[in-house]
C-alpha cells in the first residue's frame, strides 16, 4: 500500500543531544510537510518542502532544521532539544497538482520525549 | 492570519442521537474548508471537505460563508464514529493548512 512512514514511532532524547526523525513516503507527492502537536493542541505546520524548495514557518524556532535528500525521504532535525519539544510530530503529504483543493496525507506520527 | 476555532474540546452523545461538531473560522479570502479525522491508534485521514458537497459515513458539513463557519453533522451517531475531529483551512490554490485544535467524539452506548 502506498503510504507515508515514520521512524521510530518512539523517541526519547536527552536534553541538548541532537535527534533525527525520519519520514518516507511511497505515494511519490510533491510537497512534505512537518507538524508538531502537542497534547491537547492543533498540529503545527514547523515547515515543509514542495520538491526541493525548503520553506519554513516565519515562528519556527532555529532549533529545527530540515532535509530532504530525494522525493521519498525527509527528515526533521532537532539541534538542541529542550523540555518544551517533547511533543508528537507529524509528517504529512500532499500532490499539489492532483485534485483542489489538495488532501494531505499522514503518517502516525514520532512521539518525542526529551529527559 | 487564518485562523480556525473549534470551541468544544469534548462532545459527548449517545448512540442514535444527532451529533454536530462546531467549526468557525477566520480568513480574509476564499477558504477551503476540511475535516480530518483521527480514529484511536490511526493516523490523522480527510474525512470530508467542503468542495466536495458529499456525505462520508453519514457526516455532512455545509460551508457557511456568513457565519465564518463549516459544522459537521450527521443526524445518527454510531459508537464507530468516537473519534477525534479537527477542522483544518486552507487559502485558495494553497497547499498549507491551519489546524483547529480538535474535537474529541464520544458516542456512549
Known amino acids: 500500500d502506498a503510504m507515508v512512514i515514520q521512524n521510530p514511532r518512539y523517541q526519547v532524547t536527552q536534553f541538548g543531544k541532537p535527534v533525527t526523525l525520519s519520514c518516507s513516503q511511497t505515494l511519490n507527492h510533491n510537497v512534505m510537510y512537518w507538524y508538531q502537536q502537542k497534547s491537547s493542541q492543533a498540529p503545527k505546520l514547523l515547515f515543509h518542502y514542495y520538491d526541493k524548495d525548503f520553506n519554513n514557518e516565519a515562528d519556527t524556532p532555529d532549533n529545527f532544521q530540515s532535509r530532504r535528500p530525494n522525493t521519498s525521504f525527509c527528515f526533521l532535525d532537532i539541534r538542541s532539544p529542550g523540555l518544551g519539544d517533547a511533543a508528537m510530530y507529524l509528517c504529512?503529504?500532499?500532490?499539489?497538482?492532483?485534485?483542489?483543493?489538495?488532501?494531505?496525507?499522514f503518517g502516525p506520527g514520532t512521539r518525542l520525549t526529551v529527559t | 492570519a487564518q485562523r480556525v476555532t473549534q470551541p468544544e474540546k469534548l462532545l459527548s452523545v449517545f448512540k442514535g442521537a444527532p451529533v454536530e461538531l462546531k467549526c468557525n473560522y477566520s480568513?480574509?479570502?476564499?477558504?477551503?474548508l476540511f475535516w480530518y479525522v483521527q480514529y484511536s491508534r490511526q493516523r490523522l485521514q480527510l474525512l470530508l471537505r467542503h468542495i466536495s458537497r458529499e456525505s462520508i459515513k453519514g457526516f455532512t458539513a455545509d460551508l457557511n460563508k456568513g457565519e465564518t463557519s463549516f459544522h459537521l453533522k450527521k443526524p445518527f451517531a454510531q459508537e464507530e464514529d468516537s473519534a477525534m475531529y479537527y477542522c483544518?483551512?486552507?487559502?485558495?490554490?494553497?497547499?498549507?493548512?491551519?489546524f483547529g485544535k480538535g474535537t474529541k467524539l464520544s458516542v456512549i452506548p
Open positions: 480568513y480574509s479570502g476564499s477558504p477551503e
Open positions: 504529512a503529504t500532499s500532490r499539489p497538482s492532483g485534485e483542489t483543493p489538495y488532501e494531505q496525507y
Open positions: 483544518a483551512l486552507s487559502g485558495a490554490g494553497s497547499y498549507q493548512l491551519t
